[in-house]
Structures are given as structure tokens and as C-alpha cells.
């Protein structure tokens, strides 16, 4: 039997890149595997809606288009090894599978606790459907919540929360919340407008205990204080799933690194010509932004790429060699983009805004509808807005370096 294109991990950019070999002409096996029982979903609503309402997998579920009819779905069985040279994969159940060509899109797992004697019970993190579900219940009108982290996934789960009428203080280790990708004039202008829906910030400080026998009843900080808490929600951060490829020779430093064109690439930096790593848990260079390999946890990024990998495998495997050459040869260039949703907050931004050395105020007023441009030099290297959507969007093709 002819080797199939095996895609490990069946989220969205697992998804697209099935989509795209089949739209590109590749008609062999293809075989989609994912650790989560569900079917492919979209993530951005887990802190919101999903935590605001009683939903089911159907409510978030990618639809199928009727070119992944024949795909093989591999669903609730993860990846546990992987042998690069002899083309295989080893399975939570003790299946081998062999591959032709292998695209990697594991994505994240959340950065969890662990502190002594921590309950069994009350702690949650939000990345999958389960564990958005899971948390759902607890919060209720009256609930006290304690988000320990202040990004994005927090701040939104702090609001979500606060509408569900629970008390939540959100707890983070920087000035301000959201700074880093924001910069401090608008990272301020939001830890303002959560404060006016009821969120305390305490800021500057760390965990150093979770207290409760059985279910978490507070955590104490680094300033001596004692927050009482019946939920506690982790969001310090991810972590790349690599762990399946250890012990092959592939640079797994802090995600799966790739070129250009997104092929994985050994520890001497020479890629793997078959094997190719899409989404969160890539790392690759955007030269247009920033010269040194980052990944890059935006929305956009994991179909980006994963039209790029379909096109390119299909052709590789179609045997048109100068028109697989071609596609190669194109770099990967995407300009990242987000957005997010807190109370009446929605921002939009495009670019990499922590590459910015100086924020202006670009229209509109602090406090209300506004746009920020995030600039190094002369360059803009991001732009983000609160409202104003339509003029965001107007600046998208204006972001980047010039290249002299």
C-alpha cells in the first residue's frame, strides 16, 4: 500500500492543510490525527463564548468540505514517537503508522502549576473544548475567580467571568496587563475600561501557595496578600507540543523550527525534505518584521501556512518538479494578525506589535474608539485598534520593514 501524507494534529491548521493538498490535486491517502476525541474546532471562542453558554462541540466544529470525504480520521489516539528516518509514527494505542510526507501542527498545551500539596480540584486552564466546558459550570453569580496571568486568554476569561456575574481578580506578573503584545498606553487604556465592569487587577506579583485540601479555596501572592478564590484559571503561557520527536535529529528547541518554505529543519539547520511543521508549534522567521525565528501565536498564522505546506507537498508528490521548485522558492511572509474580544473591547491588530520602539495615537481618542501604530524607526511594524474596524483593516498593508 502506497504511504499516505499523514497530518499530526486536527485543529484548524491540521484542517487547512488537508484541505489544500486536496484542492492542489492530490488524490492519495491522507490521514488526519488528532488527540482530542472532537472533529476540528475553532479555539478563539473558548474563553468567550463557549464559557458564557452551554455548548456543545457542534456549536464550534469547522465545517467538512466534501474534498475531505476520503480523509482517514484518526481522532482521540495522540502521536507518541516518531522515527523521521523510517518514516513512522507510534500511536497512544501501539499503532506504527508510516508516511510519504509529514506535516507537524500540534500546536499548544497551557504552562499549568505546580506548587506542593495543590488541590485536586478548582484549578483550570483553557485550551480545548473539555476544558472550557469543564469550567463553564463553576462560574456562577457570586463565584470568586482568581485568573493568575494577564494576557489575552485571561483578560478574556476575566471578562466572560465578571458577565456571569462572578467577582475576579486577575493577578499578573508585569505593570499592566496585555503589555507585552500591546505596549502601555493601550494596555493601561484596557486594565481601565475592565476595572469600570468591576475586575480588580493585582499586578506586579506572583503565586507562591494555593491553599485548600480537596477544591481551591485562595492563593497567597509573593506581597504577603491572601486572595480567597472558589476558581482558580492558569494562563501564564504554552508550551509547543514536541515531545514526539525527541530523539530524532530535528531542532525542537522551543518549537518545531523551519526555513522559509517550512520544513522542519535538523540540528545542523539542513531540512527534512518530507517533513514540514504548520501553526503554534512552529517556529520560522518573518523577515519583513523581525530576521530571528519566533513562533507566533496568531489566528491567521496556521491556515497561512498551511496553504503554503498543502500546495507545496501535493506538487512534490504530483511530480512537477519545476512548479514544486517555484512554490519552494516562495518565502513565507505572512503578516500576523489578532483580535480580541473583552466586554465592550474588540481589537484588531496587524503586525508584530512588540517589535515596536515607539506607540503613537493615530486617530481617534484614548478612552474610546482608537488606533495605535507601533513603529521602529520610520517603520510600522503594527498597528492596533479598539473599535473602527473598517480603518484597522485600511492600515494592514502598511505594516513592516523597509528593505533596503
Not at 488537508?18 to 482530542?36: C, M, N, P, Q, W
Not at 494576557?151 to 475576579?168: D, M, S
Not at 485540601?213 to 492563593?219: I, K, L, P, Y
Request: hydrophobic share 40%.
Amino acid at each position: 500500500m502506497t504511504r499516505p501524507v499523514v497530518i499530526v494534529g486536527a485543529s484548524m491548521g491540521g484542517l487547512r492543510a488537508a484541505e489544500t493538498l486536496r484542492k492542489s490535486g492530490y488524490e492519495g491517502r491522507l490521514v488526519v490525527i488528532g488527540d482530542e476525541p472532537h472533529a476540528p474546532y475553532n479555539r478563539p471562542p473558548l474563553s468567550k463564548e463557549v464559557l458564557a453558554e452551554q455548548v456543545d462541540h457542534a456549536a464550534v466544529a469547522f465545517p467538512l468540505s466534501e474534498v475531505l470525504d476520503d480523509v482517514e480520521w484518526v481522532l482521540g489516539n495522540a502521536v507518541v514517537g516518531t522515527d523521521l528516518d523510517a518514516q513512522t509514527i507510534t500511536l497512544a494505542d501501539g499503532q506504527v503508522v508510516e508516511y510519504n510526507s509529514l506535516i507537524i501542527a500540534t500546536g499548544l498545551r497551557p504552562r499549568r502549576l505546580e506548587m506542593p500539596g495543590q488541590p485536586a480540584k478548582g484549578a483550570h486552564a483553557i485550551r480545548t473544548l473539555d476544558d472550557a466546558m469543564a469550567l463553564r459550570p463553576e462560574l456562577k453569580p457570586g463565584a470568586k475567580v482568581v485568573v493568575y496571568g494577564a494576557g489575552f486568554i485571561g483578560c478574556e476569561a476575566a471578562a466572560t467571568a465578571t458577565k456571569l456575574g462572578a467577582t475576579v481578580t486577575v493577578v499578573g506578573k508585569g505593570p499592566v496587563p496585555m503589555l507585552r503584545p500591546l505596549g502601555q498606553q493601550l494596555a493601561e487604556d484596557i486594565q481601565r475600561r475592565h476595572e469600570a465592569h468591576g475586575v480588580r487587577f493585582v499586578m506586579n506579583t506572583y503565586l507562591t501557595e494555593i491553599l485548600g485540601d480537596d477544591s481551591v479555596t485562595g492563593v497567597v501572592l509573593d506581597n504577603g496578600e491572601t486572595l480567597e478564590c472558589d476558581v482558580l484559571i492558569e494562563s501564564i503561557g504554552s508550551l509547543p507540543n514536541t515531545e514526539f520527536l525527541e530523539g530524532n535529529d530535528i531542532d525542537i528547541d522551543s518549537g518545531v523550527h523551519v526555513n522559509s518554505a517550512l520544513h522542519a529543519l535538523r540540528k545542523d539547520g539542513t531540512p527534512w525534505s518530507n517533513v514540514f511543521a504548520i501553526g503554534d508549534v512552529a517556529r520560522f522567521p518573518i523577515p519583513q518584521f523581525d530576521p530571528t525565528t519566533r513562533r507566533v501565536e496568531h489566528w491567521n498564522i496556521p491556515t497561512e501556512m498551511a496553504r503554503k505546506v498543502g500546495k507545496q507537498v501535493a506538487l512534490q508528490l504530483g511530480d512537477d518538479v519545476e512548479a514544486h521548485a517555484a512554490e519552494v522558492a516562495k518565502n513565507f511572509a505572512p503578516i500576523p494578525s489578532f483580535w480580541s474580544d473583552q466586554f465592550e473591547v474588540s481589537l484588531l491588530a496587524y503586525g508584530l506589535l512588540d517589535q515596536g520602539q515607539e506607540v503613537r495615537l493615530l486617530e481617534g481618542e484614548v478612552g474610546g474608539d482608537c488606533i495605535y501604530g507601533y513603529f521602529k524607526g520610520d517603520d510600522m511594524v503594527g498597528v492596533c485598534g479598539i473599535g473602527m474596524r473598517s480603518k484597522v483593516m485600511g492600515y494592514r498593508n502598511k505594516v513592516g520593514l523597509t528593505v533596503s
